[in-house]
């Protein structure tokens, strides 16, 4: 198993900011992807985090807006660029291997004035 | 990507059997089928996974259609502590498309 620790637990940001949300796991792992959730919604994918790579990012989703590092096998970091309101969401971070189970963060809670 | 359907809510009472359908008829070979939940404020939490054969661990039980096109999640006997979003999805095995692609899920309310 996996524990994955997400920061911050939540912030609340003015528009026009930036800001980094880090994701550590306890373990090495192959997989790390980055999902964005709106109140009330499902979960929507954002990127693959590739270690010593450009992560791969999902229709709808550009680098240039949410940046992604993976250093390593264990760290990842999103950032979420030039803030507005509808930035507001939970942003959570998931890791695991190729196949079996993925294991979540408790989610990094945004809100954008 | 293939696609999963599920309903979109349930009922069940509290200790007895409860069984999440799911359905994903344009499923591939390589496609694994998984199942996770989502407790209310909490990141989603894996429940069980498997190819073709029906698969049980602590948690529940997952029975595989013959076809693969369909799948159901039983919690034998269901807690208020179940009460979730379930999501059945599929996920895919081939090299660099190994990603969760979440869709709305059943939400499971247990009546106490």
């Known amino acids: 198993s996996a524990v994955i620790s997400q920061k911050p637990s939540r912030d609340i940001c003015q528009r026009g900011t930036s800001l980094t949300i880090q994701c550590q796991v306890d373990?090495?792992?192959?997989?790390m992807f980055w999902y964005r959730q709106q109140p009330g919604q499902s979960l929507t994918l954002i990127a693959t985090?590739?270690?010593?790579?450009?992560?791969?990012?999902e229709s709808g989703f550009v680098i240039d807006k949410f940046p992604i590092s993976r250093p390593n096998l264990t760290f990842s970091t999103l950032t979420v660029s030039n803030m507005s309101p509808e930035d507001s969401s939970i942003y959570l971070c998931?890791?695991?291997?190729?196949?079996?189970?993925?294991?979540f963060g408790e989610g990094s809670r945004l809100t954008v004035l | 990507d293939a696609k999963t359907t599920q309903p979109n809510s349930m009922e069940s009472n509290e200790e007895e059997p409860v069984h999440l359908p799911c359905n994903h008829s344009?499923?591939?070979?390589?496609?694994?089928i998984h199942w996770y939940r989502q407790l209310p404020s909490q990141g989603p939490e894996y429940v069980i996974h498997?190819?073709?054969s029906n698969v049980n661990n602590r948690m529940a039980s997952l029975a595989i259609a013959e076809d693969r096109k369909s799948s159901t999640l039983i919690l034998h006997r269901a807690t208020l502590r179940d009460a979730a979003v379930y999501y059945c999805?599929?996920?895919?095995?081939?090299?660099?498309?190994?990603?969760?692609?979440f869709g709305t899920g059943t939400r499971l309310t247990i009546i106490p």
């Open positions: 998931s890791a695991g291997a190729d196949t079996g189970e993925l294991f």
């Open positions: 373990s090495q792992v192959t997989m």
């Open positions: 985090a590739n270690q010593g790579s450009e992560a791969t990012y």
């Open positions: 344009t499923i591939s070979g390589t496609d694994y």
């Open positions: 498997g190819l073709t």
């Open positions: 999805i599929l996920r895919p095995t081939n090299f660099g498309n190994e990603k969760l692609t």
